[in-house]
């Protein structure tokens, strides 16, 4: 025998009945939601703000490369801290090999350019 709400006359089992059916409709949202979130590797900027925590850990926990972008255009990345230091230091020793290459160029006297701009 169930037990009567002397509010609204509905049974209390047919209350937690439904409580329990909207709980598990909201667990299966729930779970599409976060597999749709885990799956998705760009965000716009303007949701990345509410979710930077989150996309942070992703990408500190998984090492993922993740992207912002504005409309459809990629604007920025998120990347783990080890390949931002790897990419500066190539970035680095590039620009030494640069430097190294431009000194074994023969330079022109200063005068000689002064005199080519007429000057």
């Given amino acids: 025998m169930s037990r009567k709400n002397s509010k609204n006359g509905r049974s ?3 209350a ?5 059916s909207e709980i598990e409709r909201l667990e299966s949202r729930l779970l599409k ?4 979130f885990e799956a998705t590797s760009e965000f716009d900027v303007a949701e990345a703000g509410e979710l930077l925590d989150m996309l942070v850990a992703r990408v500190e926990r998984e090492g993922e ?3 912002l972008r504005r409309g459809n255009k990629r604007v920025a990345a998120l990347v783990p801290a080890d390949e931002a230091d790897f990419l500066s230091e190539w970035e680095d020793r590039h620009d030494i090999e640069a430097a190294r290459k431009a000194l074994k160029e023969p330079s022109i006297p ?3 350019v002064k005199k080519e701009l007429g000057l």
């Fill in 12 to 14: 209390t089992s047919a």
């Fill in 110 to 112: 200063w005068e000689e």
């Fill in 33 to 36: 939601a976060k597999a749709e």
């Fill in 65 to 67: 490369r993740l992207y």
């Fill in 16 to 20: 937690v009945k439904k409580l329990r």
